[in-house]
């Protein structure tokens, strides 16, 4: 039995829409995936890696915040704006941080179902009204604040970190999210059940799965199977494709129609639990949700006049209106409009550096 919609089996790289924005769209990401498909040497670690960013953390240059970042102002919602940063520019003593409140969050220990596992299934009972559809963004932007929220009554210190993996976009498993050690994600899954054999996860019993073939007495483990037999991925889209998309969008809707498609192809193409209902049992998911969410952010921003800071509209996945007063569904109080603005309510306060 499968729980998947049909666009967790099939990466959709079409953009379903007519009209010249889709056109441009199509034709843009054609172009991409033949190049990226004819660009596909040997995949080597330094091969796409932008300039002034390495794959090995013992750089310094790369321990601290963009020094041109701006303090954030702060709101009347939110006298405090915390900063989420991009995982490849913090260090190995931030990652670390982040990742042993994850651990704490989510303790072998514990008895299960334990407060991370309750967020896992609760992705996984409104999975499928929250995707193919105007709700993805609203929805995972509440549902990974619930989770830093949940590590900061752990260590106050932390804030979600984002994964943007268009820096790696033509070489998927070249990130270096993909690496070992403690204070890493660890890389693609491996023997039978396609366990992810290192990293800061690779311990961590996974308790909701679909996978039903581990044998009586042997804890489920997080698993990632890579979609090409050699252990590299489909491609994804660099910086320059999902920038350009987000410079074509003129409304909400057009906005979700360009970004939802590859923030599918992540989950696809790392698959194993990524690729499933239970998709955050991999801490991957809300760092690839916080790099969604910050898409969303930079959108809004691009627009002078402001208006996008309210803008929502399209359609919920039954092909009924989405309005801004929707409540959040699995929020009993909490409507859209309240959430767009991540400035102005007490429940976010965050921005992206
Ligand atoms: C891995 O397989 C894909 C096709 O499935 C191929 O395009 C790619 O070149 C292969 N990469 C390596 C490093 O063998
Ligand atoms: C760190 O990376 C920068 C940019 O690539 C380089 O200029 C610098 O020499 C590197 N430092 C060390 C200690 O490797
Ligand atoms: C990172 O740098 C350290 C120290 O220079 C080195 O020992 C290690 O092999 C490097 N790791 C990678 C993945 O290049
Ligand atoms: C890592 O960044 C923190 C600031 O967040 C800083 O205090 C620390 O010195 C940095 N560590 C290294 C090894 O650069
Ligand atoms: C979004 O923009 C497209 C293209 O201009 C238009 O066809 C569509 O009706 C707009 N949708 C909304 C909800 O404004």
Request: net charge neutral; with cysteine; glycine share 6%.
């Amino acid at each position: 039995m499968s729980y998947l919609p049909t666009a967790w089996n099939a990466p959709r790289l079409t953009v379903h829409r007519a009209g010249r924005w889709g056109l441009t769209i199509a034709a843009v990401g054609f172009v991409l995936l033949i190049f990226g498909l004819l660009g596909r040497g040997p995949p080597t670690a330094h091969n796409f890696t932008p300039a002034g960013l390495t794959d090995n953390d013992s750089n310094s240059s790369l321990s601290s915040m963009p020094a041109d970042f701006p303090a954030p102002t702060p709101t009347a919602a939110c006298p405090r704006i915390r900063i989420r940063r991009s995982i490849t520019r913090m260090n190995s003593t931030e990652r670390r941080r982040f990742l042993a409140a994850h651990r704490r969050l989510n303790d072998p220990r514990s008895s299960r179902p334990n407060r991370f596992d309750h967020l896992v299934a609760h992705h996984g009972q409104h999975h499928d009204f929250i995707h193919e559809g105007a709700p993805i963004f609203p929805w995972h932007r509440v549902f990974i604040r619930d989770y830093e929220a949940a590590l900061q009554v752990i260590d106050p210190a932390v804030t979600l970190p984002y994964w943007d993996w268009s820096e790696h976009g033509l070489y998927p498993e070249t990130s270096p999210v993909f690496q070992g050690g403690s204070d890493w994600f660890g890389g693609n899954g491996a023997g039978p059940h396609h366990c992810v054999p290192d990293g800061a996860l690779a311990d961590l019993p996974v308790f909701y799965t679909e996978e039903k073939t581990f044998p009586a007495g042997q804890a489920p483990c997080l698993r990632r199977q890579f979609d090409k037999a050699n252990g590299t991925m489909s491609t994804w889209f660099e910086d320059v494709a999902i920038r350009r998309w987000l410079r074509a969008a003129d409304n909400y809707t057009e906005f979700r129609e360009a970004i939802e498609p590859p923030h599918w192809l992540v989950h696809t193409s790392l698959a194993g639990d990524m690729n499933t209902r239970y998709a955050p049992n991999d801490a991957l998911f809300f760092l690839h949700h916080a790099y969604i969410d910050k898409l969303w952010n930079d959108w809004m921003a691009m627009d002078p006049s402001g208006k996008r800071y309210s803008e929502y509209n399209g359609q919920l996945k039954d092909g009924s209106p989405a309005a801004p007063t929707d409540i959040i569904r699995g929020y009993d109080q909490i409507r859209v409009v309240d959430v767009i603005d991540s400035t102005a309510n007490p429940r976010l306060c965050y921005v992206y550096a």
